[in-house]
């Protein structure tokens, strides 16, 4: 009974220095920290996260319900809705906003001093604006991509005067309250001087009044170009059935709403600039200052189009137009 209770004495000691020599590996296992998950604030004027700002950030690592969090914030065309959308990221205590538009900018821009805003493509002079000190330096807590529509909405009056060379009168298409419209359609005005043609505006608060702004349209001007604005982007195959509807060229700011039906597009790759953007929030997770950080533009622009709108809409491309074309759609 004595050698049986030093038997089971020794194996016990045995086991406990097994689990000893385990504990300190198993310690500090469970002691490894998970890693903190990156909390990026989405705010935009449109209704949707346009995916491939998602997808840039997977291809930096970062993976949503590992180390990423997405808050976002959609005012789905009611820009009013802005600024409470952007005081409720700040509660969220987000790391960094990704802010789409000018309206979505100014109002993350109210709503915060310190936390980093990483602009999307802001369609406005961010200097003029106020969003930044000077492009080489921001000085505050907001860099990005600068996509100045104002300054290729001249050229895109231009392209459209080439489509229908008699227009002596072009529709411009606007969404209220919206403050990259006004700021379009006056840079605008120079290039629509030079080449003879009127620039008619036509303001929609939202997709329930595209019906009625391009059957005005259609009976006061020969072509529509429509500005940069999220809002219609997301209402792109919308609006180009309304414009088939009432057989209106028209022409849009991306790639995608050419391919959605709009006669043409002129403007830079929205993919490319999600991806700058993402590499600014990454840069930024790195820890660094956006103050330090340069605002970057676009320095390509794509010219798409669709021929097989031109052709529903009984329009003769003319060859010089088809040679300058990046893509043609047939």
């Known amino acids: ?26 310690v500090v296992s469970e002691a490894q920290p998970v890693g903190k998950a990156y909390r990026v604030g989405y705010l935009s004027s449109a209704a949707n996260v346009f995916e491939p700002f998602r997808d840039a950030l997977r291809d ?29 990221l700040v509660r969220a205590r987000v790391d960094v906003i990704a802010a789409v538009s000018p309206p979505a900018i100014e109002a993350a821009k109210n709503a915060t001093t310190t936390i980093p805003i990483v602009m999307a493509f802001s369609s406005i002079d961010p200097v003029q604006s106020r969003f930044v000190d000077s492009l080489a330096r921001p000085g505050g807590n907001i860099t990005g991509v600068a996509m100045i529509a104002d300054e ?72 529509l170009f429509v500005v940069a604005n999220p809002t219609f982007f997301d209402d792109r195959h919308l609006l180009a059935a309304i414009a088939a509807k009432h057989r209106l060229p028209i022409l849009c700011e991306w790639r995608e709403m050419a391919e959605a039906g709009c006669l043409m597009s002129y403007g830079p790759n929205i993919s490319d600039l999600y991806r700058r953007v993402a590499a600014y929030v990454d840069r930024i997770a790195r820890g660094a200052k956006p103050a330090d950080l340069p605002v970057e533009q676009p320095t390509k622009f794509e010219l798409i189009i669709n021929l097989n709108t031109a052709k529903a809409l009984r329009l003769t491309v003319p060859q010089p137009l088809l040679l300058q074309a990046d893509q043609i759609i047939q």
């Not at 209770?5 to 590996?25: E, N, V, Y």
């Open 1 to 26: 009974m004595r050698r049986l209770s030093q038997g089971i004495r020794a194996a016990l000691i045995a086991t406990l220095i097994a689990g000893l020599a385990l504990f300190p590996a198993r």
């Open 152 to 223: 290729i909405s001249g050229k895109r009056v231009a392209l459209l005067k080439e489509m229908v060379p008699r227009a002596t009168r072009i529709a411009v298409l606007t969404q209220a309250n919206h403050t990259s419209g006004p700021s379009q359609v006056k840079s605008a005005r120079p290039t629509a001087e030079r080449l003879g043609i009127e620039l008619d505006v036509v303001e929609v608060r939202d997709s329930r009044d595209y019906d009625r702004a391009l059957a005005a349209v259609t009976k006061r001007a020969p072509g």
């Open 60 to 88: 930096l690592g970062y993976v949503e319900g590992r180390n990423l969090v997405m808050e976002v914030r959609l005012a789905a065309g009611r820009v009013d809705q802005l600024p409470a959308l952007a005081a409720d």
